[in-house]
C-alpha cells in the first residue's frame, strides 16, 4: 500500500539551529499537510501546499517556518531558528482530490534542546 | 483551536464488548468528519469517515454516527479486540480540507 514517508524518524536540534524536516508524499497526490502534535497536546494543523504554493497556514505557522516542494517528490518543512517549544511530532500528510484519500506519515519526533 | 472536542481521554472495554467513543464540534461550516487510530510512534491511520449528508457509516467492525442537530458524532468498534487499543482521534474538515482534530482518546481493550 503506498504510504508517506518521512525522514528523519528523530531529530535533535540545539536551540537556534535550522532544520529540515523531509517527506516523500504518496505519488499520485495533489495536497500537502504539515502537521505537528506538541506530547500530551492536540494534533495540529501548521501548513497545506497545493499547486507549489501555500494554500493555507496557521498562526503557528510564523516567519521561523516555510516549506518547499523542490523536486516534484519530496516536499520539506523548515524551521529557520528552532526554539524550545518547536519540540513536538511532525506530521507530513498528503491526499487526492477527496477527504478520502488524507495519509499520514510516521512523523519525525523533533526535539529542540 | 476547541473546535473539535473528545472530553473522554481514556477508555477500558473487554475483549468482545463494544467501544463507544464520543467527539463533539462546534463549527456548523464542518462537512467531513473522519476517525484516526494513532499507536505509539507512527502517524494517525485513516479509519473511517462520514460526509455530513450521512447520518451512518459502516466498515466492518467500525459504524461511524452523526448527529448533526447535537453537534455529536460518535464510533462503535463492535467486537473490540485487543489490537483496538490505540488512541482514537476524531477530526473534522470544512471545504478548505484543512483537519481539526480533537484530543485523542485512549482505548484499552482488556483480555
Known amino acids: 500500500e503506498p504510504e508517506v514517508t518521512q525522514t528523519p524518524s528523530h531529530q535533535v536540534t540545539q536551540m537556534g539551529q535550522e532544520v529540515i524536516l523531509r517527506c516523500v508524499p504518496i505519488s499520485n497526490h495533489l495536497y500537502f499537510y504539515w502537521y505537528r502534535q506538541i506530547l500530551g497536546q492536540k494534533v495540529e494543523f501548521l501548513v497545506s501546499f497545493y499547486n507549489n504554493e501555500i494554500s493555507e497556514k496557521s498562526e503557528i505557522f510564523d516567519d521561523q517556518f516555510s516549506v518547499e516542494r523542490p523536486d516534484g517528490s519530496n516536499f520539506t518543512l523548515k524551521i529557520r531558528s528552532t526554539k524550545l517549544e518547536d519540540s513536538a511530532m511532525y506530521f507530513c500528510?498528503?491526499?487526492?482530490?477527496?477527504?478520502?484519500?488524507?495519509?499520514f506519515g510516521s512523523g519525525t519526533r523533533l526535539t529542540v534542546v | 483551536d476547541q473546535q473539535v472536542k473528545q472530553n473522554s481521554p481514556s477508555l477500558s472495554v473487554q475483549e468482545g464488548r463494544i467501544s463507544i467513543l464520543n467527539c463533539d464540534y462546534t463549527?456548523?461550516?464542518?462537512?467531513?468528519f473522519l476517525w484516526y487510530k494513532k499507536y505509539p510512534a507512527e502517524g494517525p491511520t485513516f479509519l473511517i469517515s462520514i460526509s455530513s449528508i450521512k447520518d451512518k457509516n459502516e466498515d466492518g467492525r467500525f459504524t461511524v454516527f452523526l448527529n448533526k442537530s447535537a453537534k455529536h458524532l460518535s464510533l462503535h468498534i463492535v467486537p473490540s479486540q485487543p489490537g483496538d487499543s490505540a488512541v482514537y482521534f476524531c477530526?473534522?474538515?470544512?471545504?478548505?480540507?484543512?483537519?481539526?482534530f480533537g484530543a485523542g482518546t485512549t482505548v484499552t481493550v482488556r483480555a
Open positions: 463549527n456548523s461550516m464542518f462537512d467531513y
Open positions: 477530526a473534522a474538515s470544512a471545504d478548505d480540507y484543512k483537519l481539526s
Open positions: 500528510a498528503s491526499k487526492t482530490g477527496s477527504n478520502y484519500g488524507y495519509t
